[in-house]
């Protein structure tokens, strides 16, 4: 299994995201302020990852503290979960797991509990956490597997994978379910610009899964469905607003439109605690407008003019109308959103 | 002016485009084999540009020829031409301007011509080639300057500017003509990977005449669109076919879909030397399929996993439903295209 984050006793161990694929290389957290680093520079990055990631700097910013009693360590508390909560502001999955973790310490704190309860409950809730990722991916792998053709292309965009979970992952773990189910998949990769999540992670974790892929630009996909080579597209997501719009790596929207164009499913995937009911519409979610240096240069190298002007959204909304389904762990929901969701949340 | 390509004495002066933007350097190809390389390099791009660029490569095949006769060069003669046009597949200027070649060269072969005769017109012929592309380009400029908006954000694919033609540029000459009738536009360039015609070049020479520019990754087109800031996308083209489909810089197609589903007006701009009325539909044009190294390496730097599958065609093809104009110096041709290319074909 790829190895995205893992506990260890010096702390958190993440794979180094920026690194791959051509070095497979490390680092260690092992305090909160350097997991809100990790989270920063994209050591490591995926919603559902950096949840359980914040989940686990929590954890550690209570074991590193020399307070004696929950009581004592509020203070400090709240200024960790501040810390972590200010990493990035767009995939959800941060703040619900953070207010999880304030949940759990608000009962420890109105409880008077000791430091040492504190830290053995707040590292078991980022272990829970941790686990349930796992077997939501699986989960949402299974139903939505079940919805891919039996053969053919699917196309997928920036790295919604194990590298993007604790393992697994949410759109290429519908993938691996469906080649374990047997179906003869071909996975087209965006290489997703600027940060190349595509051509990178989802091409480095699919290629040690033996599923053939193509890593193609981010500007050939119509051209690729044109040539019907595309069964079907899956996507993750980083906040599902309470209509169903979503917000989700930068490009995915263009994706949504060019597969609504050729008559092709286009498929969200994305574990519950991606959507967040507080927010009406995609319109109302935050949108990380990241460094300009991202796409001048790479690998050191300048590639554009002095000067120039340059935009670099991180995400884009994709307004629900373009969503076949969304595939997530207590079920897969279909139009409208507004009212399958609510329906989905009541039941579970 | 951008010094695209230039004749010299010593042969042809081309800018080299693969080291813009950073290095300002030349290349001098002495005859016409150094001609053909620099076209299947890319140090000179653009469709209309390889028209002329493989015009003075025959020139200089002929004026680096020991005949003494027309009669004695003519195998060596068929030879260039066969070498320039076997150089890239999908730009039909560059098929135009060798039949136009051969045109020349056939009237002094049946009247028995001096090897100087033959020298003289083949670079005479050349050399008119280059101004009228020229004129052509501020002809089209005008035409599409006017149809752009008073004010606003137009989004531009690759580059179809000054350094794809012998200077002002297609779709960067109606932006150019805009900016000197008053008009405010800022350029929206997408930076058209793998290459990054856009990043570097049209980045590079709208700057260079002071328009305002923002590169973006192709993959944020839709999400500008959808925030209302692109008033008209304007692009090349390397072939337009008989009925208006059009192939042009991979992406291309992507673009024209996502401005239909924001009701964006989308305008092909080429010179009458990029239709190709032989071809029947932009199914039978021909697309390029270019290194894979163009997509899996950038300045010397791998970035995909070693084996990984890869597709790199330079062109798609724009089906004519989406063309809200084809903009060429005889005038701006509407939909339907198969009649309105045929009228004005028979006018001019």
């Known amino acids: 299994?790829?190895?995205?984050?893992?506990?260890?006793?010096?702390?958190?161990?993440?794979?180094?995201q920026t690194k791959l694929p051509l070095e497979e290389s490390y680092v260690l957290a092992s305090d909160y302020e350097q997991v809100a680093d990790v989270i920063v520079t994209m050591v490591v990055r995926g919603a559902p990852a950096?949840?359980?990631?914040?989940?686990?700097?929590?954890?550690?910013?209570?074991?590193r503290s020399n307070a004696k009693t929950a009581l004592e360590f509020a203070s400090v508390f709240e200024k960790i979960c501040a810390r972590l909560a200010g990493t990035r502001p767009t995939a959800v999955n941060l703040f619900w797991a953070i207010d999880r973790m304030k949940r759990v310490f608000a009962g420890l704190h109105s409880s008077s509990a000791s430091m040492k309860q504190v830290q053995e409950r707040l590292l078991a809730e980022?272990?829970?956490?941790?686990?349930?990722?796992?077997?939501?991916?699986?989960?949402?792998?299974?139903?939505?597997?079940?919805?891919?053709?039996?053969?053919?292309?699917?196309?997928?965009?920036?790295?919604a994978?194990?590298?993007?979970?604790?393992?697994?992952?949410?759109?290429?773990?519908?993938i691996r379910s469906a080649v374990e189910q047997g179906k003869r998949i071909h996975v087209y990769a965006?290489?997703?610009?600027?940060?190349?999540?595509?051509?990178?992670?989802?091409?480095?974790?699919?290629?040690?899964?033996?599923?053939?892929?193509?890593?193609?630009?981010?500007?050939?996909?119509a051209s690729v469905m044109r040539a019907g080579k595309i069964k079907a597209v899956v996507v993750g997501a980083d906040r599902i607003a309470a209509n169903g719009d979503f917000a989700n790596?930068?490009?995915?929207?263009?994706?949504?439109?060019?597969?609504?164009?050729?008559?092709?499913?286009?498929?969200?995937?994305?574990?519950w605690s991606t959507i967040d009911t507080a927010t009406a519409t995609?319109?109302?979610?935050?949108?990380?407008?990241?460094?300009?240096?991202?796409?001048?240069?790479?690998g050191g190298k300048q590639l554009t003019p002095h000067g120039v002007g340059i935009s670099n959204p991180a995400f884009d909304v994709t307004p629900a109308?373009?969503?076949?389904?969304?595939?997530?762990?207590?079920g897969v929901l279909r139009a409208p959103y507004a009212e399958s969701l609510k329906e989905m949340e009541l039941v579970s």
């Open 249 to 271: 790596k930068i490009g995915t929207y263009n994706v949504a439109i060019l597969a609504k164009e050729h008559g092709i499913p286009f498929y969200c995937v994305a574990p």
């Open 50 to 63: 950096i949840g359980v990631s914040a989940a686990y700097g929590v954890a550690l910013g209570a074991l």
């Open 126 to 159: 980022a272990h829970a956490m941790y686990e349930e990722d796992i077997a939501a991916c699986k989960t949402m792998g299974a139903f939505g597997g079940a919805l891919l053709p039996d053969e053919g292309g699917v196309l997928t965009h920036c790295n």
């Open 282 to 298: 995609g319109d109302a979610i935050p949108i990380e407008e990241r460094s300009a240096k991202e796409v001048t240069h790479h």
């Open 1 to 16: 299994m790829i190895p995205t984050l893992a506990w260890t006793p010096e702390g958190v161990r993440f794979i180094d």
């Open 161 to 174: 994978g194990a590298l993007a979970t604790c393992g697994y992952g949410t759109a290429l773990g519908v």
């Open 190 to 221: 965006d290489e997703t610009r600027p940060f190349l999540q595509g051509a990178r992670l989802t091409a480095w974790e699919l290629m040690a899964d033996g599923i053939p892929t193509t890593v193609i630009c981010d500007n050939m996909a």
């Open 321 to 330: 109308k373009y969503v076949s389904a969304i595939i997530t762990e207590r």
